[in-house]
Each structure stands twice: as C-alpha cells, then as structure tokens.
C-alpha cells in the first residue's frame, strides 16, 4: 500500500482511537467515582429502592443522581447504554495494530537482534498473545479461584510477568509495549462485551418480566469493571509508549514495563481510595517516588566508556557530521532515500552542520543514550560510531 495513503489512514484511525479512547476511559473514571461517592439516601428514598444518591453542580446546573439496588419502580422510556466507547475504541486500535505493526511488521514489529521473525510468524504470535491473555484471563476469572481476591491478583501478575517477558523477547520493545497494551485492552473490552453488558441486558430483561433480577450479575459486572479502572492507566501510558524510548530500549525493558505498570495502577488505587472518603496521600507519594527512582536507575550511562575499552577517539564536526548524515540522512533530509519514511520524521532534517547542531540533545538521547535509532538499526550505525557521536556532542558540539 502506498506509504502516504498508510499515513493518512494511520492519522485518521490514531485520531479516532483517541477520541473514542477518552470517551470510553472518561466514562469508566465517572462511573467509578461516582459508585464509589454515593451517600446513604433519606428513608423516602430507600422506600423507592434506592440504594443511594449524589448530589453534584456542572455546566450551570444541579444534578440529583440515584442508584437503585436493582430495579427501579418503572423502567423510564429512554435508558442510556455505554458500550459503544469501549467497541470503538478497540476496532479502532486493532485497525492501526494492523496498519502500523502487521502491515509494517518489517519496520516496527520485527527486530532481528530480537527475534529472527518472518511477517506472518510476527503477526501470528502478536494475535495469539491477544486471543491468549483474553482467554486466559476470563478462564481465571470463571475458575473457583476467581472467589479469592488476593490469589486472583497473584495469578495475574505471574501472567503479567510472563507476557511482558516473553513480547519483549520476541518483538522489537516498541512493538512488544504495543501487543502489552492491547492484550490488556482486549480484556478490557472483553470484560464489557462478555460481562457487562450481559448482566445490564439480564437486569433490564428481568425488570420488564416483573422478575426480581439475580444479584450475581451485578456483583460479577461490577469486579471486572473494577478491573477495567485499574488497566486504565497502564494502557493510557502504553499508547503514549513508543515517544520515550528510554523506556522501551532498556536491556530489562521487560522489567521498565512492570514497573509503570504496577505504579500507575497504585496511582489509581489513591483516586478510587478518594472516592470513597479514604485518603491514602501515601499512595500518590509512593508512585512519585517509585517513578523517580524508575528514572535513575534506567538512566542512560555516563560518558566514560565501558570496562575494557577506551575512550572514543577525538573526531572533528565534519567527521560527525559525515557519520550522522551516513546513518541517518535516508531518513532525516529534505528528500529521504528510505523506502518507508518519505517524510524525515518529525519534520528533523540533518541536511548540514547548522541542523545537526540544532538537533544535538535530541541525537544524543535517541543514537546514544537509548539507541533506538538509527530505527531499528538499518543503517548499521556502530557502537563505535555511537561513542563517537556522544563524546563530541559531550565536548561541546564544536564547530571545527
């Protein structure tokens, strides 16, 4: 397919998943928040069958809300589903999985130093991890287990453990990151379509029967849909991914993922906490914390070579300039050359001195500190050339 119709259908798809993203998320963080904040109704009000109320002021009014316990008096006309955010959102993700990692699993998916994959053994393996975690997940969630909150959570975060280890093993770190979130997004929306809706479809039905509704399905909805609110963050962080590489390129970028994973979903614990009048302040602390030391200890090395070899010889701008233009001009120029690429990234241009002096700190973190690119390494840039580069960025960048 032509690489500019790729890049627009990319832009619309990216453009849509994020608009259907915040709506279905921003729905998920009300719902929450507001189950969590519903106060003990007056008497009147627990005679109707309510369970509890909420009083808030938004846009210029005052909202009177109410919960019931199960069925309400009378079903009203008009019953307002929320299904079709979290639908959209995941056909709109897989649609740009397969534009940008399965269409370009050359490019993105695949990484040799990896994994010597081919396309569709890439492609196979990223839908097996998604249909597998799904599967996995609503097994353990329809198990015996599923009564035992603290081994359910053990459970899942071995599987989180395993996932994250073996995609980061097989596919480039981008593209593993990537897969990570999807598979949690597909049990998310697993979680909507398998359990959610049909126990509000069970309610609704048992209601217009003038049945009383089973408690179960209630009780089942609302566990995954607690789930659901602490994925929220770590997928939201795993879509943003691929725009820090530190995190991604790390030798245990395996490990980099588990841990923002468990720190924004301690983070969201804090809010949920908050809903309900508990204030944990050392929740939100820990999680500042924890990501700072996150970012000291995956910090990139200094500028003294490693054990065993020596300092990166002295090289001069026009030697620097010569190698960078080599290994990255096919893509960052005026008119690349790379077959996938036909606009330099970003709008980054090394074309003379002047650019690549413009651009020094943003070279320095992604050729020499994470070294993700050259992208994907298809220049061939060397470890050699690399030192090279971050010891006359670190000098100075001299002109001459």
């Known amino acids: 397919m032509d690489a500019y119709i790729v890049e627009w259908l990319s832009l619309i798809f990216r453009w849509l998943h994020l608009i259907t ?11 929450m928040w507001l189950d969590n904040s519903l106060e003990e109704p007056p008497q009147w009000k627990k005679d109707k069958g309510i369970k509890g109320d909420l009083w808030a002021i938004h846009g210029g009014g005052v909202y009177e809300v109410a919960k019931y316990h199960n069925e309400p008096e009378q079903m009203p006309d008009t019953l307002h589903w929320f299904k079709w955010e979290a639908y959209s959102t995941w056909l709109t993700g897989m649609v740009l ?57 053990a459970v899942l975060i071995l599987l989180a453990v395993a996932a994250s280890y073996g995609l980061t093993h097989l596919f480039s770190g981008r593209g593993a990151y990537i897969h990570m979130g999807a598979m949690i997004g597909t049990i998310m929306v697993g979680n909507v379509f398998r359990v959610i809706m049909p126990s509000q479809r069970a309610l609704v039905a048992a209601i217009e029967k003038g049945e009383q509704p089973d408690p179960g399905w209630g009780a089942r ?50 809010f949920v906490l908050k809903h309900k009048q508990v204030s944990k302040p050392q ?22 070579p490693v054990s065993g070899e020596g300092e990166a010889a002295p090289i001069a701008a026009d030697q620097a300039l010569g190698i960078i233009q080599q290994r990255c001009g096919s893509c960052h120029s005026a008119a690349p050359t790379d077959e996938v690429f036909t606009v330099a990234p970003g709008g980054v241009t090394f074309d003379d ?48």
């Not at 990896?114 to 799904?134: H, K, S």
């Not at 390129?249 to 468990?262: E, G, M, R, S």
């Not at 840039?381 to 000098?395: H, K, N, P, S, Y």
């Open 283 to 304: 929740l939100l602390v820990g999680a500042g914390l924890a990501t700072i030391v996150l970012a000291v200890v995956i910090a990139p090395p200094s500028a003294k």
């Open 97 to 153: 999985l397969t534009l940008i990692y399965y269409l370009g699993a050359e490019s993105y998916l695949i990484d040799r130093r990896v994994a010597d994959l081919t396309q569709w053994q890439a492609i196979a393996i990223g839908l097996g991890f998604l249909v597998g975690g799904w599967v996995v997940y609503e097994g353990l969630c329809r198990s015996p287990l599923a009564k035992k909150g603290f081994a359910v959570s």
């Open 21 to 31: 993203g915040v709506a279905w998320i921003g729905a998920s963080f009300y719902f």
């Open 353 to 400: 001195l002047d650019e690549v002096l413009r651009w020094a700190p943003r070279i320095k973190a992604r050729t020499v500190d994470a070294t993700d690119m050259p992208f994907m390494n298809k220049t061939g840039m060397t470890r050699q050339e690399r030192r090279q580069i971050g010891a006359w960025i670190a000098a100075g960048t001299p002109g001459g």
């Open 221 to 270: 909805a609302k566990l995954h849909s607690t789930h659901n609110t602490y994925l929220t963050l770590p997928v939201l962080f795993i879509m943003i991914s691929a725009h820090y590489p530190m995190t991604y390129t790390h030798q245990y970028n395996w490990l980099v993922l588990l841990a923002i994973i468990a720190i924004t979903a301690v983070a969201r614990q804090y």
